[in-house]
């Protein structure tokens, strides 16, 4: 299929299944990873790392509460291997699923089976980093990752009944010719979401002088994706460089944006940027993006959970009000700083 016949396809396909667009804001929980040498990540260059990069649970609760007020979605939870124990984890997803009143996904490296089904209905579903399309090139890059292990991973979260995403970095030496190995792997562990990226290059690692790939390469790669999968989720992630990106991967079959700070694009010229590119796209498509990434008088330095929602958590409610004092003081922080960046 010609790549304008691609992306027709795709965009029509999108159309039809989805209603929203989303912009999803990926929260950090560390800066923390064990493994520290996936050969294009930045963790590779810290040689050393103490758990210092531990956020505390003021500061992950204030930017959930941030997220929900300005209708963004958490696109997940995400940290390096062994940053916190799973009872930290449980008590994070909680919280956070209270503060959203939405299922929370998992990005924080493989957790065992027996771990996963202490999770209730909070935890949407978990995220297997394969980072590109072949067991192979998985392994020369992260070498201390171990691919059957991800891939079990997977299987025993279908059986617990929990969602499956994978995450793809491109431009890591992937062959585009491989890309049918990723949809068999999509297929086979029945995956409901991919994010992909596309390679930053990190100083001190061995991409440090590569390029990003042709933006034309990453709409094609969507394209198909979304024409195998049509009703997949597919979230793309952009870097600030690169907004003019969000309409073409939204026509490509993109459902939500991620990988920008809000600090960096809430109500700056970044933020307007982005806007202008989801409104343009919003005259050719029914999708809508309900939430915001400029009215300033949505942020408001308040603790409020959601009225009714089946994630309500009492008693977390109730730990996260009993800190409520250092929440406001995180979040009128943040809000600061998102206003001194304008
Ligand atoms: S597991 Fe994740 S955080 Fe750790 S080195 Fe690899 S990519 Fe980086």
Redesign the pocket.
């Known amino acids: 299929m010609q790549f304008s016949e691609k992306i027709t396809k795709a965009f029509e396909l999108t159309e039809r299944n989805f209603e929203s667009i989303n912009i999803e804001r990926a929260i950090f929980l560390s800066y923390y990873?064990d493994?520290?040498?996936?050969k294009?990540?930045y963790?590779?260059t810290i040689k050393s790392s103490p758990k210092k990069g531990l956020r505390s649970f003021e500061s992950i609760f204030a930017e959930a509460f941030l997220v929900k007020m300005v209708n963004w979605k958490v696109e997940f939870l995400s940290s390096?291997?062994g940053a916190y124990n799973i009872e930290k984890i449980i008590e994070i997803v909680k919280g956070v699923s209270s503060i959203t009143g939405e299922p929370v996904w998992l990005n924080t490296?493989i957790l065992e089976k027996e771990e996963l089904s202490l999770f209730g209905s909070e935890l949407k579903g978990v995220t297997a980093?394969i980072?590109t399309f072949t067991e192979k090139l998985f392994q020369e890059l992260?070498p201390s990752?171990n691919w059957d292990a991800m891939m079990e991973f997977l299987e025993y979260s279908k059986e617990l009944g929990y969602k499956r995403g994978i995450t793809i970095v491109l431009g890591l030496g992937e062959k585009k010719d491989d890309l049918d190995n990723l949809f068999q792997i999509i297929k086979d562990y029945k995956v409901d979401r991919v994010t992909f990226y596309s390679l930053n290059p990190h100083k001190g690692t061995i991409f440090e002088n590569s390029i990003p790939p042709p933006s034309l390469y990453y709409l094609d790669v969507i394209s198909e994706t979304r024409i195998m999968f049509p009703k997949i989720e597919i979230i793309t992630g952009i870097w600030s460089d690169r907004i003019n990106l969000v309409g073409p991967l939204l026509l490509a079959g993109s459902n939500g944006i991620t990988k920008f700070s809000m600090q960096k694009f809430y109500g700056s010229k970044l933020g307007k940027s982005l806007s202008s590119e989801i409104k343009e796209f919003e005259n050719i498509s029914k999708r809508r993006f309900k939430g915001s990434m400029t009215d300033m008088s949505l942020l408001k330095n308040e603790i409020e959970f959601p009225e009714k929602s089946e994630y309500t958590n009492k008693f977390i409610e109730e730990e996260i009000l009993k800190k409520k004092e250092l929440i406001k003081e995180r979040i009128d922080s943040y809000i600061t700083e998102i206003k001194s960046l304008k």
């Not at 493994?35 to 996936?38: A, E, K, N, S």
């Open positions: 990873c493994l520290r040498d996936c294009f990540c963790m590779s390096g291997y490296g980093s980072e992260c990752k």
